[in-house]
């Protein structure tokens, strides 16, 4: 069973940024989603950035889009979430999460039971 292992969250004013790492126990291999997810209390998780670890085709959140980006290293089998011009709607636990079995694609959903493995989270929190 691979273990997901989310770090760098905290505490940040408005405008700052973030880098979150998501490490793998294992290597998840060339054909895999990994996601980022969030979710506020009070509100559903959703999904904020994808990608697919052998091309790094990538899909983000409108909500995000031009402000994070996602990326892997496969030798550190570790995934990024880079996070700039933070505001405080971004306030939220985020989850790493990993489609392991050779999906065909990726997707931001969060209910897709291809998402087979979810690390414990790591909170972000944005002041104004």
């Known amino acids: 069973q691979v273990q997901l292992l989310e770090s760098g969250g905290g505490s940040v004013q408005t405008g700052g940024s973030l880098r979150l790492s998501c490490l793998a126990s294992t290597y998840t291999g060339r054909s895999a989603c990994m996601g980022w997810f969030r979710q506020a209390p009070g509100k559903e998780r959703e999904g904020v950035a994808e990608?697919?670890?052998?091309?790094?085709?990538?899909g983000y959140a409108a909500s995000v889009k031009g402000r994070f980006t996602i990326s892997r290293d496969n030798t550190k089998n570790t995934v990024y979430l880079q996070m700039n011009n933070l505001t405080p709607e971004d306030t939220a636990m985020y989850y790493c999460?990993?489609?392991?079995?050779?999906?065909?694609?990726?997707?931001?959903?969060?209910?897709?039971?291809?998402?087979?493995?979810w690390g414990q989270g790591t909170q972000v929190s944005v002041s104004s």
């Open positions: 999460a990993a489609a392991l079995k050779n999906p065909s694609f990726c997707t931001l959903d969060p209910s897709w039971t291809g998402w087979s493995n």
């Open positions: 990608i697919f670890t052998g091309d790094a085709a990538t």
